[in-house]
C-alpha cells in the first residue's frame, strides 16, 4: 500500500512541475491603479519605457525598452513568438484599461505600418496561443491522466 501512494504522489508531483493543466490564458489580470508611468534613461540618455510582454513568446518578461520601439521591435527582443502563437489577435492592455486588438499577421502579409500600434509605459502585450496547442494541452492531459489510472489499477493487483 505504501508502494502504491508513493507511485501516486510521484506522479502528481512529475505532472505538476510539467505544468499539467495549468491554463495560462485563462483570468488574465487587467492593470489597474493610479501608479504614475515609470520612465528611465538607458544609455546615450535614451528614453526607456517599461512594458510587460506575456503569453507565447520565447522570452515573456518585463522589457524596458526605447520609447521608439514598436511591437515588432519587442517581439523581436524577446525572441520572437512562439510557433503556437495567434498572431493575428496579439492584445494591448493600456493603464486606462483600454484594450487594443493587433493583427500582426496582417501586418507581416501586407506591411502595413497602419495595422501596428505604438507602445506606451505600463503595456501589457499579451500573445495568446492557438486553438491548436489548446488542443494538444487537453489531449496531453488526458494521455497523463490515463498512464495515473493505468498505474492506479497495476498496483492494486499486487
Same mark, same amino acid.
Given at each position: 500500500?505504501?508502494?502504491?501512494?508513493?507511485?501516486?504522489?510521484?506522479?502528481?508531483?512529475?505532472?505538476?512541475?510539467?505544468?499539467?493543466?495549468?491554463?495560462?490564458?485563462?483570468? +488574465?489580470?487587467?492593470?489597474?491603479?493610479?501608479?504614475?508611468?515609470?520612465?528611465?534613461?538607458?544609455?546615450?540618455?535614451?528614453?526607456?519605457?517599461?512594458?510587460?510582454?506575456?503569453?507565447? +513568446?520565447?522570452?515573456?518578461? /518585463?522589457?524596458?525598452?526605447?520609447?521608439?520601439?514598436?511591437? +515588432?521591435?519587442?517581439?523581436?527582443?524577446?525572441?520572437?513568438?512562439?510557433?503556437?502563437?495567434?498572431?493575428?489577435?496579439?492584445?494591448? /492592455?493600456?493603464?486606462?484599461?483600454?484594450? /487594443?486588438?493587433?493583427?500582426?499577421e496582417e501586418f507581416i502579409k501586407t506591411g502595413n505600418q497602419?495595422?501596428?500600434?505604438?507602445?506606451?509605459?505600463?503595456? !501589457?502585450? +499579451?500573445?495568446?496561443?492557438?486553438?491548436?496547442? /489548446?488542443?494538444?494541452?487537453?489531449?496531453?492531459?488526458?494521455?497523463? !491522466?490515463?498512464?495515473?489510472?493505468?498505474?492506479? !489499477?497495476?498496483?492494486?493487483?499486487?
Amino acid at each position: 500500500m505504501k508502494r502504491f501512494f508513493g507511485l501516486i504522489l510521484f506522479f502528481t508531483i512529475a505532472l505538476s512541475s510539467l505544468g499539467i493543466g495549468q491554463d495560462f490564458n485563462s483570468q +488574465i489580470p487587467i492593470p489597474t491603479g493610479d501608479r504614475p508611468a515609470q520612465y528611465v534613461l538607458g544609455s546615450d540618455d535614451v528614453l526607456l519605457i517599461t512594458v510587460n510582454l506575456w503569453g507565447h +513568446i520565447l522570452k515573456p518578461g /518585463i522589457y524596458n525598452v526605447p520609447s521608439s520601439f514598436g511591437i +515588432i521591435d519587442l517581439l523581436s527582443s524577446a525572441g520572437g513568438p512562439l510557433k503556437t502563437a495567434r498572431l493575428n489577435d496579439v492584445r494591448i /492592455i493600456r493603464k486606462n484599461e483600454e484594450v /487594443i486588438a493587433v493583427n500582426i499577421e496582417e501586418f507581416i502579409k501586407t506591411g502595413n505600418q497602419d495595422l501596428l500600434v505604438s507602445l506606451q509605459p505600463g503595456d !501589457v502585450i +499579451i500573445v495568446s496561443g492557438s486553438i491548436s496547442d /489548446i488542443f494538444s494541452r487537453i489531449v496531453g492531459f488526458m494521455r497523463d !491522466v490515463a498512464i495515473i489510472v493505468n498505474v492506479v !489499477v497495476l498496483a492494486s493487483r499486487l
